[in-house]
């Protein structure tokens, strides 16, 4: 998080997952998508091996996932809809 330069927010506070309660460490993170840029929550704890990009992501994105091809798709939304 560091080598991204993304802000800490909040340090070691519980959050329930599908393994049980755990500890983490919530960041401020920064992203450039088709050149506009959007401020998104990433968890990060120890008892995951990637960091958790939260669904308030999904807020303003659009995800389609084509597995059968092996496509994925994330796209702004607009907020008018």
Not at 3 to 29: M, P
Not at 36 to 64: A, C, K, N, T
Request: net charge negative; proline share 4%.
């Amino acid at each position: 998080m560091e080598a991204l330069e993304w802000s800490l927010v909040q340090s070691k506070f519980k959050l329930a997952t599908a393994r049980g309660d755990g500890l983490f460490d919530l960041y401020e993170g920064r992203i450039i998508i088709d050149g506009q840029e959007f401020v998104i929550p990433v968890h990060v704890g120890d008892e995951l091996p990637e960091i958790l990009i939260g669904s308030q992501w999904l807020d303003r994105m659009q995800l389609v996932v084509n597995k059968p091809i092996g496509i994925l798709t994330l796209e702004t939304v607009s907020s008018a809809e």
